[in-house]
C-alpha cells in the first residue's frame, strides 16, 4: 500500500525524526526462527471467513464493490514492550514506517449506496472488518516498564494512496520480532485511523534514502547496526494464493524458495508530480516492465506495452496504467463494474494453464491465473475477481505479482533481486556484505509452474466453483 506526502509535510517529518535505538538482542519468541546472520519470520495471508457475518446486505444489488487496495493482507506477529504484547501488522513494501493500534470502530468500509439509481453494496475484507481487527490486538504503553516517549518526535498523519488515514504518536519500547528484540525501537501509535482495521509494517526505503544514517531507524536498520545481520536487506515469499503463510527473512535468502537465477535489478527514485505542481524524486521499489504477455488455452497471446511501476505487497491489486487493466480483464474473460475498481470473472478461469507473463530487466515472471485471480466467499455467495485495476499515474505490482515472484530487497547496494517463486522446502543462507552481499547461483526449486498446481487447486475448490457465480449484472 503506497503512502502519499506532499514535499512540505514530507519535509517536516524528516527534520523531526532524528533518533536511534538503544541496541537489540536475541531472545526466545515463537513464530520465527533465528541463524548466522539472518532471522526468519512467517507470514500469514489474511482471507475472508466465510464466518464472518457481512457488514451489507446484498441482496438485489446490482454490484458488489471490493476495495481495491487491502482485500486481503499478509500479516507477521510482534511482541511490543515489557512484558510483551502481541500485535498483528501488515506486511506493506509501499511503506516505510511501523505503526499498529487502528481505530477498529472506525475501520470499517462497509455502506449501501446507488450508482446510476442501482443499488450497490461494498463488504467489508479481513483488512477492514471491525471484529477481526479487535481480535488483532492492541498496545498500551502504560502497560509496558519499558516504554517511553521519544525526544523531539512529533505527532503525524500518514495518508495513504486508497484515502485509508491514520494520525499517530510515536512511542519508544522493545520490539520483538521472530527470534529477535529490539530494545527502543521507535514506532508509531495511532490516535485516530479510518477504512483499516490492521497496522502496517512498512519495509518500503525511507524517503531520506537508503543509508542515511542520521535519520530514525527503519527496523530492518535497527537489525544491521547491531550486527545481527550483515546488511541492510530481506526477501520476501510470499506463497501461492492456495498456501496460508510465506516468509519474510532479514538479512537471508531461501534458496529452496524460487527456481532459477535471481536478476539483479537496480532501484532508481522515479520523478513524480505533487497535487500542487512540485517535481519531486520519489524512492520505492520500482521496476521497469518492458512488456506484458496474456496466455491462456485456445488463444493466440496478446502482448501489452511498457511501464514503470512498484513492488507494493500491501496492495491487493496490480494497478495498472490508465486503460490496460480493463483492456486486461476484458481480455482474462471479465467484466469491470461501472467504477472501474473491480473485474468480475467465472471462477472456472482460476483453473486455467497460462497467465499473465512479465518481462523484467533480465527476468520474467509468470504469474499464473490462480494468483492473478481472487476467490471471495461470503455465507450467501462465492465470486472471482481478476485482481487489476486502472490508475493514471500510480502503478503498482501487488499481491498477485508477488504471490509469483520471489524478491530480495538490498538497501546497502540500492539493488532488487528477483526470480520465480517456487517452495520445495527450506535452505536459508545469509546475505554478507559489499557490493556483492546477496548470494547467487540458482535457486534449488526446479521445473516450472505446470498443471499439476492448477489441476490440485481445482480438485481442492470445485465445490465453490460449482456454486461461483459473477455479480456484475
Not at 149 to 169: C, L, N
Not at 183 to 191: E, L, M, P
Not at 330 to 352: E, F, H, I, L, P
Not at 412 to 424: E, G, K, M, W
Amino acid at each position: 500500500m503506497t503512502r502519499t506526502m506532499a514535499p512540505a509535510m514530507l519535509i517536516a517529518v524528516l527534520s523531526a525524526l532524528i533518533a536511534g535505538t538503544d541496541g537489540l538482542h536475541i531472545q526466545g519468541f515463537p513464530g520465527g526462527s533465528v541463524g548466522p546472520g539472518f532471522v526468519s519470520v512467517p507470514i500469514s495471508a489474511s482471507k475472508r471467513d466465510a464466518a464472518l457475518h457481512k457488514r451489507a446486505d446484498v441482496s438485489g444489488t446490482a454490484e458488489i464493490q471490493i476495495p481495491n487496495f487491502r482485500t486481503h493482507g499478509y500479516s507477521i506477529e510482534l511482541m511490543i514492550g515489557t512484558p510483551g504484547q502481541k500485535v498483528e501488522v501488515i506486511v506493506d513494501t509501499g511503506s516505510y514506517e511501523l505503526w499498529v493500534n487502528p481505530d477498529c470502530d472506525h475501520s470499517s468500509r462497509a455502506k449501501n449506496e446507488t450508482i446510476d439509481g442501482r443499488p450497490t453494496a461494498t463488504l467489508d475484507t479481513p483488512m477492514t472488518d471491525p471484529d477481526a481487527c479487535r481480535k488483532r490486538g492492541q498496545y498500551d504503553a502504560s502497560k509496558s516498564s519499558s516504554a517511553s516517549k521519544p525526544d523531539g518526535v512529533e505527532d503525524t498523519v500518514f495518508q495513504y494512496a486508497d484515502f485509508t488515514t491514520a494520525e499517530i504518536s510515536y512511542e519508544k519500547d522493545k520490539l520483538a520480532i521472530g527470534g529477535l528484540s529490539i530494545d527502543g525501537q521507535i514506532f508509531g501509535v495511532a490516535k485516530t485511523s479510518n477504512q483499516t482495521g490492521v497496522g502496517i509494517m512498512g519495509f518500503g526505503p525511507p524517503p531520506w534514502g537508503f543509508n542515511n544514517s542520521g535519520m530514525y531507524p527503519m527496523v530492518l536498520t535497527s537489525m544491521a547496526r547491531e550486527g545481527v545481520i550483515k546488511s541492510p536487506a530481506f526477501s520476501l515469499h510470499l506463497n501461492d494464493f492456495n498456501k496460508s503463510q510465506g516468509s519474510v527473512i532479514f538479512g537471508g535468502v531461501d534458496k529452496k524458495k524460487f527456481s532459477g537465477a535471481l536478476a539483479k535489478i537496480p532501484m532508481k527514485p522515479v520523478q513524480m508530480k505533487s497535487s500542487n505542481g512540485i517535481d519531486f524524486d520519489h524512492t520505492s521499489y520500482y521496476v521497469t516492465v518492458k512488456s506484458m504477455k496474456l496466455s491462456k488455452p485456445g488463444s493466440s497471446d496478446k502482448t501489452y506495452g511498457s511501464f514503470v511501476a512498484a513492488l507494493d505487497s500491501g496492495s491487493s491489486n496490480n494497478i495498472l496504467p490508465r486503460g490496460l487493466g480493463a483492456q486486461l480483464c476484458t481480455d482474462v474473460g471479465g467484466k469491470m463494474n461501472s467504477r472501474g475498481t473491480n473485474c468480475a470473472v467465472d471462477c472456472a478461469v482460476r483453473q486455467q494453464a497460462g497467465g499473465v507473463t512479465f518481462e523484467l530487466e533480465g527476468k520474467s515472471i509468470l504469474v499464473p491465473y490462480y494468483n492473478l485471480i481472487n476467490e471471495e466467499t461470503t455465507r450467501e455467495v462465492s465470486w472471482c475477481t481478476v485482481m487489476v485495476s486502472d490508475h493514471p499515474t500510480l502503478n503498482l505490482l501487488g499481491m498477485p505479482f508477488l504471490r509469483s515472484a520471489y524478491a530480495v530487497f538490498d538497501w546497502r547496494n540500492a539493488n532488487l533481486h528477483i526470480a520465480q517463486s517456487a517452495d520445495c522446502g527450506t535452505n536459508i543462507v545469509a546475505i554478507g556484505s559489499g557490493v556483492d552481499a546477496v548470494p547467487g547461483g540458482n535457486g534449488e526449486c526446479s521445473g516450472s509452474l505446470g498443471m499439476a498446481s492448477v489441476v490440485n487447486l481445482g480438485l481442492m475448490t470445485v465445490a465453490a466453483l460449482m456454486s461461483s457465480l459473477v455479480l456484475v449484472l
